[in-house]
């Protein structure tokens, strides 16, 4: 009897519990995410990044096909398609190894400093692409390795973030926002080839038709 008495007790306290927890969670969806602006603002802020990751990705399949790549680059042209492959790959390789970092520099340095040299990382691999010439590839591969360490480090620390600074009824929305960025940005860059392909069989036909 006593058992039972204890157990209705602890029930009614949980049942409490939930009533004062569902009294000061907001509603979820978008109005979730409109009565929680600022923390919203933060993660998108947070998840562009991905954007970036997912523009990059998606062009550059594209870009080592172009003849103004090519010129630019001091290059007739990838002939060989295991060098194509590896240029395009190379960044996930580097991304896999800024997965494994994250775990140590996440509790290291913590969150938003972790999202900062992931940065950085970044930064410093695209300039080193930006630098190629004279048909060396060395400098890409390089490059693209050292972005892809920042572009790891940030597909997982990102959606930490978020779902760290996020109340519960929209952390499942803000968790998604960084893979919602990396397919809107690999978007954006077919978009973005479409359109200047467009404009090439434009200038040379004359017509649209």
């Known amino acids: ?118 940065c950085a990382f970044f930064i410093v691999g695209v300039i080193v692409q930006a630098v190629v010439h004279g048909g060396n590839y060395d400098y890409i591969l390089a490059g693209r390795f050292i972005t892809g360490l920042g572009v790891g480090s940030l597909s997982m620390i990102v959606p930490l973030y978020n779902a760290e600074v996020a109340p519960a009824e929209i952390r499942g929305a803000l968790v998604a926002l960084q893979q919602l960025a990396i397919t809107f940005g690999i978007m954006i860059s077919y978009w973005i080839t479409y359109g200047e392909c467009l404009r090439i069989s434009i200038s040379h036909s004359g017509s649209l038709y």
């Open 1 to 118: 009897m006593p058992g039972m008495i204890g157990g209705s007790a602890h029930t009614g306290l949980d049942f409490e519990l939930q009533q004062k927890r569902a009294a000061l969670a907001a509603k979820p969806g978008a109005a979730g995410l409109v009565k929680n602006a600022r923390t919203t603002a933060i993660a998108v802020f947070a998840s562009m990044g991905g954007l970036i990751y997912g523009y990059n990705q998606g062009m550059f399949g594209q870009v080592l096909s172009m003849h103004s790549f090519g010129i630019a680059s001091g290059t007739d042209g990838i002939s060989n398609p295991t060098l194509a492959g590896l240029l395009t790959s190379i960044l996930e390789l580097g991304a896999w190894v800024g997965v494994l970092a994250n775990g140590y520099s996440a509790d290291r340095l913590g969150r938003k400093l972790s999202v900062v040299v992931a």
